[in-house]
C-alpha cells in the first residue's frame, strides 16, 4: 500500500497531495514538519487531506524530531 510525503513549507503541496491519491496513495506516511501541530501550515495540510479523504500518520514529538506538541497534546487537542 502506497503512501506519500509533503513538504508543508513548499508551495502547492494540496495539489501534489491529490496527484498522489490520483496515483494510488492511500495515505501520507509519517508526517513530521518539526514545526508546532497546530501551525497554519499543519492545519493546511490537515484540511486538503480531509477535503480528499487521505488519512495521514503524524510523527508527534516535543524536541524538533516530529510535528511538535506538549506531552500533554495540547495542540493536537485545540480546536
Known amino acids: ?3 506519500c510525503a509533503v513538504e508543508v ?3 502547492g503541496f ?3 497531495i491529490s496527484k498522489y491519491k490520483d496515483v ?3 495515505g501520507i506516511e509519517e508526517h513530521a514538519s518539526k514545526i508546532l501541530i497546530d501551525h497554519e501550515l499543519n492545519l493546511k495540510l ?3 487531506c ?3 479523504e487521505l488519512p495521514i500518520m503524524i510523527h508527534v514529538a516535543t524536541a524538533p524530531s516530529g ?5 500533554d497534546l495540547d495542540g493536537l487537542m485545540s480546536d
Not at 67 to 71: H, S
Open 14 to 16: 494540496e495539489e501534489k
Open 67 to 71: 510535528a511538535l506538541d506538549t506531552v
Open 46 to 48: 490537515y484540511k486538503a
Open 1 to 3: 500500500m502506497p503512501f
Open 50 to 52: 480531509a477535503k480528499i
Open 9 to 11: 513549507r513548499e508551495k
Open 24 to 26: 494510488g496513495c492511500v
